[in-house]
């Protein structure tokens, strides 16, 4: 028989054991963060009616959205993204859940992107988000949680920028230029790629603002100096603008809270520079950037907006949110050679060698794990040395050694496979052994 | 603006917290016994080639299948279960994992499925199999990871049912029935609906047996008593075939194997009644009941195969494995009382009630998180009675009150919320008292 060629579609991707492995060390890691602060899981289907999906994420979400028609007619597209689900999840269940509402979702999302860039057209989404309040403290925890996911995969060199959209809005209020925001914007955000005499010129013949609003926009941009110095730049710059103030008051709020919540000031960081999402967010926004990776950009982003649902239901839902990269973030680690490249889920192998005795190994196997080991028993008798190589490649920390003479006696060698250590143990000390070896 | 509805489509639905509470719960506790004994995660994509996934399940398999054409011109499919995406993963990445290989697989699977029949086109699969060996260890060890899934979720009353393939069919072997084996079985397995009468009949006119045959293939699917007694009725009934003979002592095996690994002898039983996939399974078979529900059908299942991958490659594979019944166990768990209806993930609840020391609050929620305590800060300043309203509908087990002078003088409140109970403490000693209290 012709056989069928196994491979995976472009743009997607197997996971194999120690990706697989490191990947769900994150999502454990994010969870028990999540769970700290008193987030809840919820999860929604992959697929949605494609009125539910089309036209909220921009025209590059709808291009790159798989879609198609079931079998009973309807329009249906898969996910491309965990907030638009999540919007019409709260429109939904709000009722029934009340507010404030936190929720965490970690879930897989399809798109169709060009995969020449080196993107993948499946991957997973890890978001969090506090609706139905505009309280700071939930731009403060939204900090911390990021924060402390960040440590909590054992990284300590890294940033969180923050900024607040209100900021630039009262700037742009105070000069009368509320009314081409979009088109300032725009221009402003060239900033890192043309520098800031193109952007001044692009405001002033795309915008229609004057040299000197385009000089104080763009004087606001370049602010720098420790983030009590630019707080105190950015106050004049919008005085006047009551919601200008209000953002500068949020962030001096955002940053003092985040000190009181013992966040080292290092791990912090006020940038007037990062917009992000130009029309979605509008208070407090984040973006966080590891020390030894900067290049691969924020590994964990997301903001304040005003209203979560609008589209599916007249209750107003004020929120605040953030998504972890997994991806990025696991790309990121690995680099920084954190990610263990054992295939391993257990740390104690069992060799299995006197073939009538494979009762005698289950035993065994069984005694070790009713204890809280976690044990892998070699399912052949093979030659002792083809088992260990097995243990090798595979990246047990130890075997236990039991032969016909041993099992008959009582007795085990404890070997330790990275150093080749061996210890004579009785079968009734054995699990005192394996603790004293941190086995578990 | 009008509204779109927000409504979920037929078949589909939202995890709610409490069932998504569940649901992680339960993953974790199958990840951790598939781990006690060496199985690694992979993953593989919701997508795949059309032709990876059409005509390997089934008719009804091809049938239900979420299938169309992508932006690019490729025929997929959404993936209907984690078997066929194993057989190609096995085939593509075999030579680089080596074998034996233990995987366990956790993922969502859609199938178009006839909602009428209280079914949904989206749940979730949790399978584990062992590849690349015949050896009868991993029929003993998916025997006991079975039996521990079921304890580990908190169940005791419980049978994982086994028989193997072979017995039957040597018996036909003996019989001179093994061509017209399929027919057999067809009848054979209608025997709870019609009955030993019509089974036989059919046997007679659609299998061409004799009465006399049909009479002795009834007699072994009847087979009761204790295992050892139908072992022993077994053997003279397959005499003399070596297929027949071989599983008989692979029952036997099982069956020692899992009384020499400490399963109480009530949580297993020879049924030889029982078939599973008539053409897949060579083997050892198992299914598994709740002594509570009976009713709600096997909770996981599985056996024995031949060669996993023969239509991607031509590397044998043989292989043994079960899958767990994700949503099918949670109703069970929803039914017998022992899911947590509170869609609470922090035990701890602090209110916040002084506006003006918003940052002592989040120091204070700040220094439980560190001491490694999960606790939701309130985020508005509401009146007192409002939050513990929302704290007790959410259903957290203690709430750490805090007012001004409380603040000043270093106290708390530390209120039991399901008795009332109150105590007073200071801040200093709180951690030592929520520890004594065990909210960890």
Redesign the interface.
């Known amino acids: 028989?012709s056989?069928?060629?196994?491979?995976?579609?472009?743009g997607?991707?197997?996971?194999?054991?120690a990706a697989?492995?490191a990947?769900?060390a994150l999502i454990d890691q994010a969870?028990a963060v999540?769970?700290?602060?008193?987030?809840?899981?919820?999860?929604?289907?992959?697929?949605?009616?494609l009125?539910?999906l089309a036209g909220k994420g921009g025209d590059e979400s709808d291009k790159q959205m798989?879609r198609?028609?079931?079998?009973?007619g309807?329009e249906?597209g898969?996910r491309f993204d965990l907030t638009i689900p999540f919007a019409?999840?709260a429109?939904?269940?709000i009722g029934?859940?009340?507010t404030?509402f936190?929720?965490y979702h970690v879930g897989?999302v399809?798109r169709?992107e060009n995969t020449q860039r080196g993107r993948y057209r499946?991957f997973m989404q890890c978001d969090f988000d506090?609706i139905g309040?505009e309280?700071?403290?939930?731009d403060?925890?939204t900090l911390?949680v990021i924060h402390?996911l960040v440590r909590a995969v054992g990284i300590d060199d890294f940033v969180v920028r923050v900024n607040n959209r209100k900021v630039l809005s009262g700037l742009l209020e105070r000069l009368e230029l509320s009314d081409r925001a979009t088109a300032v914007l725009r221009a402003l955000d060239k900033l890192d790629k043309v520098g800031p005499d193109k952007v001044a010129e692009e405001m002033v013949s795309a915008a229609g603002a004057s040299a000197a609003q385009a000089r104080e926009v763009l004087a606001m941009a370049a602010l720098t100096g420790t983030d009590a110095e630019v707080l105190a730049a950015l106050r004049p710059l919008v005085a006047g603008s009551e919601r200008g103030e209000r953002g500068v008051e949020e962030l001096a709020?955002v940053l003092?809270?985040a000190a009181?919540?013992?966040v080292p000031a290092e791990r912090v960081r006020l940038d007037v520079s990062i917009a992000r999402g130009l029309d979605y967010y509008t208070g407090t926004i984040y973006e966080t950037f590891l020390g030894e990776l900067p290049a691969i950009g924020s590994i964990c982003s997301g903001g304040r907006y005003d209203n979560l649902?609008?589209?599916?239901?007249?209750q107003e839902l004020p929120g605040i949110g953030a998504s972890l990269g997994v991806d990025r973030l696991l790309s990121a680690l690995e680099e920084l050679g954190r990610v263990d490249a054992r295939?391993?889920?257990?740390p104690i192998?069992v060799p299995?060698f006197v073939a009538e005795r494979?009762?005698?190994?289950?035993?065994l196997?069984?005694?070790l794990?009713?204890a809280g080991?976690?044990?892998?028993?070699?399912?052949?008798p093979k030659k002792l040395g083809a088992q260990l190589k097995?243990a090798d490649?595979r990246g047990f920390r130890c075997a236990v050694i039991v032969g016909e003479r041993e099992l008959d006696e009582g007795r085990c060698q404890v070997k330790l496979l990275a150093t080749g250590e061996n210890a004579d143990v009785t079968l009734e000390g054995l699990v005192e052994h394996l603790r004293a070896l941190a086995m578990h």
């Open positions: 028989m056989k069928i060629q196994p491979r995976t579609l472009k997607f991707r197997d996971y194999l054991p697989a492995i990947r769900e969870r999540y769970r700290s602060y008193g987030f809840v899981p919820i999860d929604t289907p992959a697929l949605e009616y009125e539910i798989y198609f028609t079931d079998a009973g309807r249906v898969m019409r999840f429109a939904q269940h029934e859940l009340g404030p936190k929720r897989t399809w169709g499946e506090t309040t309280s700071l403290v939930s403060v925890e911390l402390d709020g003092a809270g009181a919540a013992g649902a609008e589209l599916y239901t007249k295939a391993c889920t257990a192998f299995y494979r009762d005698d190994y289950l035993a196997c069984a005694r794990r009713a080991f976690a044990v892998e028993l070699y399912p052949e097995y490649r």
